[in-house]
């Protein structure tokens, strides 16, 4: 008779614990919530940079895995309230250094600025910048002229890449930035493309190839994150992306014997932690949709045809060619869905926090899963990780 009983009383404890409580909300919204994985220091010692991110992401919340998914522009040369909110309250991935924005102005301020900015973040930012050469260089008040892309190239020696490549390194570095949106691999095929001026290194794929390479090895030599672009080839426009969208009826055909080359070869020798996708409309790839938000381009072509494993980042999603069609928010979740990791554009603390709203209404209405969400923060964290932008002492305390 007692054994009966407690059997029943068992019974009635598992019935009550699977009864839905009066707080349970049996609404759709995607969870974010994570098995929490126990490790011993041992097995910490010996996880790779992609496993200790991922270990990090199942701790992370919804909110906390989008903020990482944007690089935002800020006013100002300080950590001024909005920027810090924007860090530690939008959890934020990272900034973009702008002239324009007044973020550059003398070399003590800007290392300030970015230590001042670090200490504030949760987990580390990535600090960003286009240190070009020629037209575009954003911290040209703080480190004077850099000879452009196109005089790189004219010498045809990869050294020569190289070491502007290192020097640019060396420059970043010892201002506390970390991630260059460098080399350009646009093949120049329209001597006069308005987006370009003096920013290719030639007009011959090989060329560009071999130039981009170099580069590429001398940000990366010397500890900065690099970045390919302007994916899948800015080369052949006659409008600036900045200003309108480019219309480009090139075939897959021509873009693979000269567009793509640099990528294709590139990502494949296994050493391109970025790229950066623009606007292009292109019928040929996708008949409606600018490249940057065009799933068969971010995923098809570049993530699957071309086997890159990395972190792909938009072009800023405020140029012309987007926000002339798109708001930002629109922008951002087509963008996402397309397969991007990483949003360049939010510019200020309303731009923020109101793009990071619209995402996090798509996925909460299931236009986009959060396993993506857990896939592009895992190798944003993991490339923060290679990069020892995140330690690991660090990262095993988040």
Not at 259 to 282: A, F, Q, S
Not at 283 to 308: A, E, G, M
Request: glycine share 8%.
């Amino acid at each position: 008779m007692l054994v009966r009983l407690l059997l029943l009383f068992g019974c009635l404890l598992v019935l009550a614990s699977c009864t839905p409580s009066s707080t349970f909300s049996t609404s759709a919204t995607p969870t974010t919530t994570h098995a929490s994985i126990v490790l011993t220091p041992q097995q910490t010692k010996t996880l790779s940079d992609n496993e200790l991110a991922a270990r990090i992401v199942q701790r992370m919340s919804l909110e906390e895995m989008l903020g990482q998914m944007v690089i935002v522009e800020f006013y100002g040369s300080t950590l001024n309230s909005d920027l810090q909110q924007m860090i530690q309250q939008s959890h934020i991935g990272g900034v973009l250094i702008e002239n324009k924005n007044g973020n550059a102005q003398t070399r003590t301020q800007l290392v300030a600025l970015n230590r001042a900015m670090q200490s504030a973040a949760h987990i580390p930012l990535f600090i960003s910048t286009d240190y070009e050469g020629g037209v575009v260089n954003e911290l040209r008040q703080i480190t004077g002229e850099r000879e452009s892309e196109a005089q790189i190239g004219a010498t045809g020696d990869p050294q020569q890449a190289y070491q502007a490549g290192h020097a640019a390194a060396t420059d970043l570095s010892g201002l506390g930035l970390n991630v260059n949106f460098m080399p350009i691999v646009d093949v120049l095929t329209n001597a006069n493309n308005p987006g370009l001026p003096e920013r290719s290194f030639g007009s011959d794929p090989k060329l560009v190839t071999d130039m981009g390479r170099a580069y590429l090895k001398g940000l990366t030599d010397g500890g900065i994150v690099g970045c390919l672009k302007h994916f899948p080839g800015l080369g052949s426009a006659t409008i600036d992306p900045h200003y309108s969208l480019p219309h480009m009826d090139r075939s897959l055909a021509t873009l693979n014997a000269v567009d793509l080359v640099p990528y294709r070869t590139l990502i494949k020798e296994g050493n391109v932690p970025m790229v950066m996708v623009t606007h292009i409309l292109n019928p040929q790839l996708d008949p409606k949709l600018p490249t940057s938000l065009s799933p068969h381009v971010v995923t098809d072509l570049l993530r699957n045809n071309l086997n890159f494993q990395g972190v792909i980042i938009s072009d800023t999603l405020w140029m012309g060619g987007i926000s002339n069609t798109y708001s930002l928010t629109q922008a951002a979740v087509l963008a996402l869905k397309a397969g991007i990791d990483l949003l360049l554009g939010p510019r200020g603390l309303n731009e923020t926090v109101t793009m990071l709203y619209g995402l996090e209404q798509a996925v909460k209405t299931g236009q986009i899963s959060v396993s993506q969400i857990d896939a592009s923060v895992t190798r944003i964290l993991g490339l923060k990780l290679k990069y020892h932008i995140i330690t690991r002492n660090e990262a095993l305390q988040l």
